[in-house]
């Protein structure tokens, strides 16, 4: 069974960064695509920033030129680099991680974010 543990969530002031993590129990070169996604109360789950396997990247057009995903497979890791935090950006964030070869979506358990002074 794939686990994806997040790691790196906290309280941040707005306009400062923070980075999150996501470690997959399988190799994450294996995965088609890996990324993010956030929740915030109230609202609906919404795609972050997403990375595919052959290096290409989406955002959402909010966190354009904020926000950085990067993948290490060697480390079975990916990142989310926030930067210029907004109080809009306060939600939880879930890794996910599609596999092409198991034809499903696999998620973390979430990691909050705080944007607050």
């Known amino acids: 069974q794939v686990q994806l543990v997040e790691s790196g969530g906290g309280l941040v002031q707005p306009g400062g960064s923070l980075r999150l993590s996501c470690t997959t129990s399988?190799?994450?070169?294996?995965?088609?695509?890996m990324g993010w996604h956030r929740q915030a109360p109230g609202k609906q789950r919404e795609l972050v920033a997403r990375?595919?396997?052959?290096?290409?990247?989406n955002y959402a057009d909010s966190v354009k030129g904020r926000f950085t995903i990067s993948r290490d497979n060697a480390k079975n890791t990916v990142y989310l680099q926030m930067d210029s935090v907004k109080p809009d950006d306060m939600a939880a964030y879930y890794c996910?991680?599609?596999?092409?070869?198991?034809?499903?979506?696999?998620w973390g358990q979430g990691t909050q974010v705080t944007v607050s002074s």
């Open positions: 996910y991680a599609y596999s092409a070869a198991h034809g499903r979506e696999y």
């Open positions: 399988g190799s994450s070169s294996s995965f088609y695509a």
């Open positions: 990375m595919w396997s052959n290096g290409l990247t």
